[in-house]
């Protein structure tokens, strides 16, 4: 990547496998059509990158959701246009919206230049003496999602496609409740017991097939549960038992805010924050340009 380059677009790509030889097609596109790309693997280093090239019209990420959540809170949402292409562990976010890493994928995609525009959650974390902003796209888990996640990354030594279901599994024994105070749209509760809280924006999140949140409907949806091991192993696996039960998702269109008994892990697009107290949410109406097939 040319740091005074004239291009428009520049690519991202987060992983150290792309160094192998068989992405030789995806650089020559690249190249071929004046894209400028770099290759890392650190974390926040997409932040680095995209603050000092503000000259791109549009940013292509390729990575995972904890990629695409670095982006995100990287690129100026009124005036860079994001195309976001799968390649991470946990791949929620493109593969919900149909993204596909291909050569043809890509120049479909710039060539029909089907921009939308996103809601994004605007989520403010209050940790201990810390109070910090950030953007979801996609969707947010507090309790047992969160603590699976936490779990999965001690496997790194699996291979990928034994990784998440180990750690999903061995989660079920071990189920954490915590208390919190919620204030939304529609409902106020006071030290409410919990077992898992899911956050959705677009219904990215693979366990949550049951509500119908888009990515530019003006709203989002929560979903509060409080299980024993076979009432949140019934929860997760609901989408292949029964479609037709009542939905207990609540909609939100402007404000949520929740305080927790105790400081705990919050996972955000794929991104986990620790010691969280307190956290404040806010929809920010069609903000983020988005190209989609």
Avoid at 117 to 126: I, N, R, Y
Wanted: aromatic content about 12%; glycine content about 4%; hydrophobic content about 35%.
């Amino acid at each position: 990547m040319e740091t005074k380059s004239t291009n428009k677009v520049l690519a991202i790509i987060n992983g150290k496998n792309f160094q192998d030889k068989k992405f030789v097609k995806l650089f020559d596109y690249f190249k071929q059509n004046q894209i400028d790309y770099t290759i890392t693997s650190h974390k926040n280093h997409i932040c680095e990158i995209i603050k000092k090239t503000g000259n791109y019209n549009g940013i292509i990420v390729i990575g995972g959701d904890g990629t695409i959540h670095e982006a995100v809170n990287s690129i100026d949402h009124t005036k860079q246009w994001l195309i976001f292409l799968p390649n991470g562990t946990v791949n929620c976010i493109a593969r919900h919206l149909k993204m596909k890493l291909s050569v043809s994928f890509i120049h479909k995609l710039l060539h029909s230049n089907k921009t939308v525009s996103f809601d994004l959650l605007k989520a403010t974390f209050h940790s201990s003496g810390k109070v910090f902003t950030k953007y979801i796209l996609g969707f947010m888990t507090i309790g047992h999602l969160t603590n699976m996640t936490l779990l999965s990354e001690k496997f790194r030594w699996m291979p990928r496609f034994l990784r998440y279901p180990s750690a999903a599994f061995l989660n079920f024994f071990s189920i954490k409740k915590f208390k919190i105070d919620l204030n939304s749209d529609s409902e106020s509760l006071t030290e409410k017991t919990c077992s898992s809280i899911i956050i959705n924006n677009c219904s990215a999140e693979f366990f949550s097939s049951l509500q119908k949140s888009e990515y530019n409907d003006g709203k989002f949806e929560y979903l509060i549960e409080n299980h024993n091991i076979p009432g949140q192993i019934r929860s997760i696996y609901t989408r292949y038992i029964s479609l037709s039960r009542e939905s207990k998702w609540k909609t939100n269109t402007k404000s949520l805010t929740l305080k927790f008994s105790e400081a705990l892990p919050v996972m955000a697009d794929g991104e986990v924050y620790h010691d969280i107290h307190k956290l404040e949410l806010e929809l920010i109406h069609s903000i983020q340009k988005v190209l989609l097939p």
